[in-house]
């Protein structure tokens, strides 16, 4: 059996590139004064060599982390695939990993997933949790040293009233409710159903009371369906719902999800933007292949990702909105 490849040390890159232990670690970590001629030789050595920082001793020796916690409630949502790139380039440019865990909705994996990223000492976490913040609030007053931004959930001052001690990051849903219901009645819709995951489970509650709101400000019959936002469960509520007389006009939370809808319509022989009428959120790309292709609102998914990870590596304390916009396709029918 060949015996393991050692692995290259500080001291291997520093001697092939002709210079200090002590130099190479500052070409290395863009500290100190290193000529740039040197610094660019060091670096090469170390790709040479595959040279890796051991992030653990370094966490010892400078009190700095490089690895942060992310957890996502739905990993076959393309929508957290594409925040997750956005993230991502933040990390890769300040030299940080992410450890990516999915609660798939479950508030005891949620739980878990906290657990578990706290035990390998996370320099922060950032989580698109379930349900109210109660929980998260409760788990950060047991690991206060741990940074947390929360995303895709609706943001709350303290019970004081002061600002939250929990930065949010997410798309204006107030702004998002309002042109999705607008929409709807302008095309002449006078019901409307928003799909919601069960009370107990909704991060982004405050959508329901926009929706509301917004409903009764254009005349629109607004009403509330909830369950489980896996893609099977909204197919057979979608279903349910579209099986019975009348035109059913969705807004749901996700363009994940409304595509369920659609496969709810077709397997009823119904087709949508004629028979049901669906407005969806997130403008994924394959969203407007659909047939037809699918109004939404759109959000800048990976700049989303960027604002969450530049609030954990700079410090958190801020409630974030970004803006959106509707793109009008043909999924919404125009009623007489």
């Keep these: 059996m060949p015996e393991p490849t050692k692995r290259a040390t500080l001291r291997d890159v520093a001697a092939g590139a002709g210079v200090s232990v002590a130099q190479a670690s500052f070409a290395l970590n863009g500290t ?26 370094r966490a010892l020796r400078t009190g700095r982390r490089s690895a942060y916690g992310v957890v996502i409630r739905n990993m076959r949502n393309p929508f957290f695939l594409d925040v997750l790139r956005g993230m991502e380039t933040v990390a890769h440019r300040e030299g940080a990993l992410l450890l ?33 913040r109660d929980r998260l609030l409760e788990w950060m007053d047991r690991h206060s040293h741990v940074p947390v931004v929360a995303f895709n959930c609706t943001p709350e001052p303290d019970r004081e009233g002061t600002a939250s001690r929990l930065s949010t990051v997410g798309p204006d849903d107030e702004e998002a409710v309002a042109r999705a219901v607008a929409h709807l009645a302008q095309r002449g819709h006078r019901e409307a159903t ?38 099977e469960a909204v197919a057979r509520r979608s279903a349910e719902m579209m099986a019975r007389p009348g035109h059913r006009a969705l807004v749901v939370n996700s363009d994940h999800l409304s595509a369920a809808v659609y496969d709810a319509a077709r397997s009823l022989g119904l087709r949508v933007g004629r028979d049901v009428s669906v407005v969806g959120h997130d403008d994924l ?52």
């Design 100 to 132: 990516i865990m999915s609660s798939d909705y479950d508030q005891e994996r949620e739980s878990a997933a906290l657990r578990r990223l706290a035990a390998e000492a996370v320099a922060g976490i950032a989580i698109a949790p379930i349900g109210r």
């Design 285 to 336: 790309p394959t969203s407007a292949l659909l047939d037809p292709g699918l109004t939404t609102i759109a959000v800048e998914r990976e700049v989303l990702g960027e604002r969450i990870m530049n609030l954990l590596v700079e410090g958190p304390g801020a409630a974030v909105r970004l803006p959106v916009r509707l793109v009008e396709r043909g999924s919404v029918a125009v009623l007489e």
């Design 32 to 57: 100190g004064r290193v000529a740039a001629a040197t610094a660019e030789r060091v670096r090469r050595i170390a790709a040479e060599l595959d040279y890796q920082a051991d992030g653990r001793a």
């Design 194 to 231: 928003l799909l919601m995951a069960p009370e107990h489970l909704a991060a982004d509650w405050g959508r329901e009371e926009a929706f509301q709101r917004h409903c009764a400000e254009h005349g629109v019959a607004g009403s509330v369906a909830r369950g489980p936002l896996d893609y």
